[in-house]
C-alpha cells in the first residue's frame, strides 16, 4: 500500500523527524519536570554543607524540587489536553 504524503505532513509538523511542536513541547516539559528535583536537592545539598546546616537546606531544596515537578507536570498536563482537542477536530 502507497503512503499518501498528506498524511505524512500532517503527522511530521516541521520536519522533526515524526516529532510534532506539541510533541517536543511535552518531551521538555518532562525532562524539566524529572530535573528539578535532582536540581534543587543538589542546591540544597551544597547549601548545607556551605552553611553547616545539614540535613535542613537539602531537604528544603528537595520540597521546592517536588513541588516545581508537580506544577510542570500539572501545566504539562494542560499542554497535552489542549492538543488533543485540536486533534480531534
Do not use: C, H
Amino acid at each position: 500500500m502507497k503512503k499518501d504524503r498528506n498524511d505524512e505532513d500532517e503527522r511530521d509538523e516541521g520536519g522533526s523527524g515524526g516529532f510534532s511542536r506539541q510533541g517536543a513541547r511535552a518531551y521538555q516539559a518532562a525532562l524539566e519536570a524529572v530535573f528539578a528535583i535532582p536540581v534543587a536537592g543538589g542546591l540544597g545539598y551544597w547549601a548545607d554543607t556551605r552553611f553547616e546546616t545539614e540535613p535542613v537546606l537539602l531537604l528544603v531544596g528537595l520540597g521546592l524540587g517536588f513541588v516545581a515537578f508537580v506544577m510542570r507536570i500539572m501545566r504539562m498536563r494542560k499542554l497535552v489536553e489542549a492538543g488533543d482537542d485540536d486533534q480531534s477536530e
